[in-house]
């Protein structure tokens, strides 16, 4: 079977010989499934609107994701917690010095985490 298509690399028509069965599995995969609803050239997806609207959409993100490197940068765990229960999960109860995670363990699991065990 012989097909052309435009190249994207190229922008140049390519002609290509192949088997019916390579040609029919290629085109296979651009068949959406039954009930699927291909929204490509509405809303902001359409090439008028993304252009229209890219430079804003990106100002907007690049300041959402500025705040929330930001927000996680400067608030840990610890923190969190110490702001909602009051107190810190790694000090200890007893003596007051902050503790370090060794060992994670569940009843029916066993150890799932352990800094002791071997490689």
């Known amino acids: 079977m012989e097909y052309y298509y435009k190249s994207h690399q190229t922008k140049a028509i390519q002609f290509e010989s192949i088997d019916a069965e390579i040609f029919i599995g290629r085109m296979v ?38 705040a929330m490197v930001t927000f996680v940068n400067r608030l840990t765990y610890a923190n969190f917690f110490e702001e909602v229960a ?26 799932f985490y352990d800094i002791f065990a071997p490689g």
């Open 29 to 66: 995969q651009h068949i959406l499934p039954k009930w699927f609803q291909r929204v490509r050239y509405y809303g902001l997806q359409s090439t008028a609107s993304f252009k229209k609207w890219f430079e804003i959409i990106a100002r907007i993100a690049g300041d959402l994701v500025d």
């Open 86 to 111: 009051e107190r810190n999960p790694f000090k200890c109860p007893h003596c007051g010095e902050i503790m370090e995670l060794t060992r994670l363990f569940h009843p029916l699991r066993g150890f």
